[in-house]
């Protein structure tokens, strides 16, 4: 018998990628029986063994591709695909051996030879062209695997390779063989030998371990249905209809466990196919009544009644039976009627969607003759039923049929929970939720999967169930969800019909209609304007659908619909990524189909690049560093070596990578980058590659730095003139104000970012730009600008930032520093918790990490403690991104907020390891742990080495201007000279201090000072 799927046309003339089964088998010792056997002996027995091997494999719908002299090679999957593939294929090959026994007989009685065969089984992936039916060229790897395994097996064995095993493992018996060496491949390939099949488990199969979530109303409303039946003594039938695994025999199975004490029990199941005969359900009813010789006990009475069973028996094949299809039906209700006497009967009839036409029309029947007896039928049917008969949905009346949707959020963690246990955390536990989609058959898979092997994305079992269902599409609905899945889970109609257009024969509008009554897609929300949108219903049906579609078909999709989306029809959206992605995906499957060298690949993949790189600048411009960095390292691997444009490209992912403190992977682009440039002999470019690369390693050895900066410095910038690369000098410029700024000269810093941020407001450099103003805010305040006129420069610095938050929020925390020293604390902390929670949805970066304006504000305000929270996760940060320069100092004020909090000993160890950290160009670093370490040894009693560094803090200090740190360093002495018993030389410190903090405009300070001040003189 012919599968039903098989009756549909396959998708007309293409070529698609699909994983079948193949089965390899060859006889064994046939040489030597040609040479024992006359020749027309010998054909004729090869040709016996031929046919009935070929009988077997079609009988299993696999269809035999050749016979190579005596070997056989057959193929499961084509010209449609089952779900069932790999287990049809083992299957036949146990019947080929057992085919080759009875053959044996035969030729053992009328010629005294026996033949051996060895059979290998291979499920992989295959392309088929469907045009050459007959000839269909089979190519693929999958292949040699086949008939590799088929050499290896002892003469009467049929081995299988993994991607088999794992499909079929539950439904055969099976032990290892060793490991196969695969000719001309690297790898070893597992293999088992199959023993013979499983017993089989079939009533409402699939017995899952978890107990059942959910479901609550339905087996109500089933309870009800048969309940009505029990009370009216009526026959009344339900359906329950869903996609696959979405539980409906599991529901049924729990229907019976709970009217099982009171009712009998029978179960039919209709196959996929093979062993099929039309009554096939009824034969496992009767089965379960206790076969063939239990009819007559069932059906005692009437006289009639001995014909009927007579009939029965006829019909499921146990005995010789005339009878027609109203025999059958009168003989099938008298049979059920008789049981339901004693005690109602609840028949289930699982998988009805393959069932025969004359067992629907049976069930039909009973629903309108059974009218005496007490007796609940509930079919379970896959969606496809009501494609075949429409009818059926309103066969049977009001709230007949229950169609079963996916479990809720809640149940399904609640199943997960179930199957997964204490694994559940370990497990990906949202993205197994995610992609199950409420379908607890994917969910069971995808724990299963999950727990053995994390990388895998979807298990087989499900892919060839999805793939099945695609494959087996009627011609429009197939080319219709190819183009559908190119565009995604979510498409539209307009594309369809768009990518469709050289298409004449296809009708999108029958297509997605098709698609729909399948519940393949539905209506849904549409992204672009005048279109009407569609939703695949769940993500796996997408990704076996963009699974079956050949690689260069593939690639011609994806073009069209980047096309389509350059087109009117997508006008006013931010498109660049989904372009790119669109076209890199076309240049990969060509560059993996070995077309890449030609011109129009080329410009394929330069077309792609140019998208990715612009959508990396927009949503670097956003804040999204992270984004950035993908997008433009796949903007990157688009380009070919000599491209100047890669080199570009290297230069600003190098860039973004030491912004984000990664900086050995800045400094391989960058390195890059200078080979590029170089190799293009693109003098500006090189110029410009050093830069980055100078500034990418400022912050890791800034003195090395350095000192390439006043060695190069003047002959970049000249190049970089020349060149008019506004660009490059606004880089250059910021690094020279990084520099300064290192050396704690903030003033000059600030001249160089102002210079920074003009040639890259010439640059339309927006990430420079906001860089540079960002920076120049740090340095207003920390440097010699006074209190009132650094609020203003900010005040101007923020309104040219409005559409970068992340360096406003930098430049937030600056103004919250100057209200800090302003002694306005509810604004600054206000100000600065905002700024936290605005970067904190901002990858991490160096600059990001310690916010000395944090520092500050807090201990000018008497909160040490908040100091110290935050610099203990900034130093996280930093550590975790191998940063030193802004560690040292980040340590040095950690021991002062920790000194201040009375800690000293632990105060004294933080400032040595800032000193071990700072490097000799850092004064700001080399001031601070000084000034720890001084008052840490005074209180120590130590006061001699205390005033040695404390005297050489102020000494260093005064070669910077960050003010506050000065009059710091200054107050520190103050207070070692007065703990040496020393108070004049005390209060001069002080004194000068005062100064200091004045000329900054540091009211707080100034202000405590005063005080001091005035105590000691009163
Ligand atoms: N409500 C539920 N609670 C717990 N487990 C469930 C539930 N529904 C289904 N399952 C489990 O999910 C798996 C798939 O369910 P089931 O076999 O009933 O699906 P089905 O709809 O009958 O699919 P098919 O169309 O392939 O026959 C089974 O292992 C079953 O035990
Ligand atoms: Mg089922």
């Given amino acids: 018998m012919e599968a039903r799927n098989e009756s549909r046309e396959p998708a007309g003339g293409a070529r698609v990628r699909k994983t079948v089964t193949i089965v390899f088998s060859d006889v064994v010792g046939s040489t030597g029986l040609g040479e024992r056997l006359d020749p027309e002996s010998f054909q004729h027995v090869m040709t016996r063994y031929g046919s009935e091997m070929r009988r077997v494999l079609e009988r299993h719908g696999g269809r035999v591709e050749k016979f190579i002299g005596d070997a056989v090679m057959a193929v499961f999957g084509v010209p449609v695909l089952h779900e069932d593939d790999a287990l049809r294929a083992v299957r036949a090959a146990l019947e080929m051996r057992a085919a080759l026994a009875d053959l044996n007989r035969e030729l053992d009685r009328d010629y005294g030879v026996e033949l051996g065969i060895r059979i290998g089984v291979h499920t992989g992936e295959v392309i088929t062209d469907e045009r050459v039916l007959d000839q269909g060229l089979i190519a693929g790897d999958a292949v040699n695997a086949a008939a590799r395994l088929q050499a290896s097996a002892p003469t009467g064995a049929v081995l299988i390779g993994p991607e088999t095993h794992r499909l079929v493992s539950s439904a055969v018996r099976v032990r290892r063989h060793g490991d196969l060496e695969l000719r001309g491949k690297t790898g070893r390939m597992r293999a088992w030998r199959v023993e013979g099949l499983a017993p089989d488990r079939l009533r409402l199969r699939r017995g899952g371990g978890a107990g059942m979530v959910g479901r609550r109303r339905e087996l109500q409303a089933l309870r009800r249905r048969f309940d009505a039946a029990v009370q009216t003594r009526r026959c009344v039938v339900t359906t329950v209809l869903g996609p696959a695994g979405i539980g409906k025999s599991r529901l049924v199975r729990q229907l019976v466990s709970e009217v099982e004490p009171g009712a009998r029990i029978v179960v039919g199941r209709c196959l996929p196919y093979g062993e099929g005969i039309t009554y096939w359900p009824l034969k496992e009813i009767v089965d379960d009544l206790g076969g063939v010789s239990a009819l007559e006990r069932l059906m005692p009475g009437a006289e009639q009644d001995a014909p009927a069973a007579a009939m029965v028996s006829g019909a499921i094949g146990r005995s010789q039976s005339t009878a027609t299809a109203q025999d059958v039906q009168w003989a099938v209700r008298r049979l059920f009627e008789s049981i339901a006497r004693p005690q109602p009967l609840l028949i289930a009839f699982d998988d009805i969607q393959w069932a025969e036409p004359p067992l629907l029309e049976l069930i039909e029947y009973l629903s309108d003759f059974m009218t005496s007896a007490p007796v609940g039928i509930v079919c379970l049917a896959r969606d496809d039923l009501l494609e075949r008969r429409p009818a059926w949905a309103t066969a049977f ?211 792609a690049s140019g998208y990715l790189s612009a959508a990396g600048r927009r949503v670097l411009r956003a804040g999204d560093r992270a984004a950035a960095v993908n997008l433009l390292r796949r903007a990157v691997a688009l380009r ?354 005062l100064d200091v903090y004045r000329r900054k405009g540091n009211t707080v300070s100034s202000v405590r000072l005063e005080r001091a001040l005035a105590g000691v003189a009163s």
């Fill in 397 to 607: 009346g009001r709230g007949a049929t229950l169609r079963l949707r996916p479990l809720s959020d809640t149940d399904s963690a609640k199943l997960l929970r179930g199957l997964a246990g204490r694994e559940a955390a370990r497990l990906r536990r949202f993205e197994i939720l995610a992609a199950a989609e409420g379908n607890p058959l994917f969910l069971e898979q995808l724990v299963a999967i999950r727990s053995d092997d994390p990388s895998r994305a979807v298990p087989p079992s499900i892919q060839a169930l999805l793939a099945a269902r695609v494959d087996g599409l009627p011609h429009h609905a197939r080319r219709v969800i190819e183009a559908a899945a190119v565009e995604g889970r979510e498409f539209h109609r307009g594309v369809v019909a768009a990518l469709l257009a050289d298409h004449r024969d296809v009708n999108v509008d029958a297509g997605l209609e098709e698609l729909e009554a399948l519940e393949l897609v539905r209506p849904a929300q549409r992204i672009y304007a005048g279109d009407s949108g569609y939703r695949f219903t769940h993500l796996l049906v997408r990704d076996a659908a963009y699974e079956l579609i050949p690689k260069r078909r593939r690639a011609e999709l994806h073009v069209g619909f980047a096309d389509w989306l350059r087109g009117p029809a997508a006008e006013e959206r931010e498109l660049d990524e989904i372009i790119g992605y669109h076209l890199e995906r076309a240049y990969t499957y060509r560059r993996e189909l070995g077309r890449v060298d030609a011109l129009p690949h080329r410009a394929l993949a330069a077309d």
């Fill in 640 to 993: 070919p070596a000599e491209d100047p444009e890669r080199a570009s490209l290297l230069i600003d992912l190098g860039g973004m990578l030491g912004e984000e403190g990664r900086f050995s992977e800045a400094s391989a682009a960058l390195v890059q980058a200078t080979r590029v440039a170089k190799a293009c002999d693109d003098s500006a470019l090189v110029a410009r590659a050093q830069v980055e690369r100078m500034l990418a390693h400022v912050q890791v050895d800034p003195d090395r730095v350095a000192r390439q900066a006043a060695r190069f410095g003047g002959q970049l910038a000249r190049t970089l003139t020349e060149a008019d690369d506004h660009a490059g000098l606004a880089r250059l410029w910021h690094l020279r104000g990084l520099l300064s700024w290192i050396r704690a000269r903030a003033g000059d810093a600030s001249e160089c970012w102002r210079w920074a941020a003009e040639q890259a407001s010439l640059a339309a450099d927006d990430r420079t730009l906001a860089d540079a103003l960002g920076w120049e805010a740090s340095a207003a305040t920390q440097g010699p600008t006074q209190v009132d006129e650094a609020f203003g420069r900010c005040t101007e610095i923020l309104a040219r930032l409005t559409t970068n938050p992340w360096a406003a929020a930098l430049v937030q925390q600056q103004v919250a520093g100057l209200h800090g020293m302003r002694g306005e604390f509810d604004q600054a902390f206000a100000l600065l918790d905002d700024a936290h929670e605005a970067l904190a949805g901002f990858s991490p970066t160096v600059d990001a990490a310690v916010s000395h304006p944090e520092v500050l504000v807090s201990m000018l305000a008497g909160r040490p403690a908040r100091a110290e929270r935050h610099l203990r996760a900034g130093r996280r940060q930093l550590d975790a991104m191998g940063e030193k320069a802004v560690l040292a100092s980040a340590e040095a004020m950690l021991g002062m907020a920790v000194l201040a909090q009375g800690r000293v000993e632990e105060a004294d160890r933080l400032g040595r390891r800032s000193a071990r950290l700072a490097t000799d160009g850092d004064l700001s670093a080399q001031v601070l742990w000084r000034r720890v370490r001084a008052v840490a040894l005074t209180e120590q009693d130590r006061p001699r080495e205390a005033e040695r560094l404390a005297r050489d803090a102020v000494g260093l200090a005064e070669r910077t201007d960050y003010l506050n740190d000065h009059a710091g360093a200054l107050e520190d002495l103050a207070q070692v000279h007065e703990a040496a018993g020393d108070p004049d030389a005390a209060q001069s410190a002080r004194e000068a201090a």
